[in-house]
Structures are given as structure tokens and as C-alpha cells.
């Protein structure tokens, strides 16, 4: 499946993770959970996460931390593939 395939289906995936202000130590465990039982994962990143980081460098730092791909940033939402 293609990036612009996974990018068409996660159009239509709820967020369920959430980002605060614990950063993204605080979600790695549940992301990777996720990840196991789906094939998407939309995660939102709220302001007091992203401090001085953009939602594209935590979003990054985050899939390295789960072994996952991420496939699209917008805004404060990332979705990650594994």
C-alpha cells in the first residue's frame, strides 16, 4: 500500500492518541499498543507538547520511538503507520 493510499484512508481515522503536556514519553507505550491493532494511528498534538518543537519534529521523534512510519502532518495531528 502506498503513502498516498494511507494518506486517503487516515482522511476518515479518529485521533486517538493525545499528546499533552507530559510530552510524548507519556504516550509512547499506547501509541505502540495502538499500532499493534491497527493498521493507523492519529495522534494530536495539544500546545503544551509542542513547547519550542513543531508537530512535524515530535511527530518524527515519536514514530523512531515506536518503529513506526509516519505518513502525514497536518496542523497538530500526525498519523502514524507500522
Known amino acids: ?13 479518529d485521533v486517538t492518541v493525545w499528546v499533552g ?3 510524548i514519553d507519556a504516550v509512547v507505550e499506547e ?5 499493534a491493532e491497527r493498521d493507523l494511528v492519529k495522534a ?3 500546545r503544551s507538547a509542542r513547547g519550542e518543537d513543531d508537530a512535524d519534529t515530535l511527530a518524527d521523534e ?21
Open 44 to 46: 494530536k498534538f495539544h
Open 1 to 13: 500500500m502506498t503513502n498516498q493510499d494511507l494518506r486517503s484512508r487516515a482522511h476518515d481515522t
Open 31 to 35: 501509541l505502540n499498543d495502538q499500532l
Open 62 to 82: 515519536l514514530a523512531e520511538r515506536v518503529n513506526a512510519e509516519v505518513i502525514d502532518v497536518r496542523g497538530h495531528t500526525a498519523v502514524f503507520h507500522r
Open 21 to 23: 503536556k507530559a510530552g
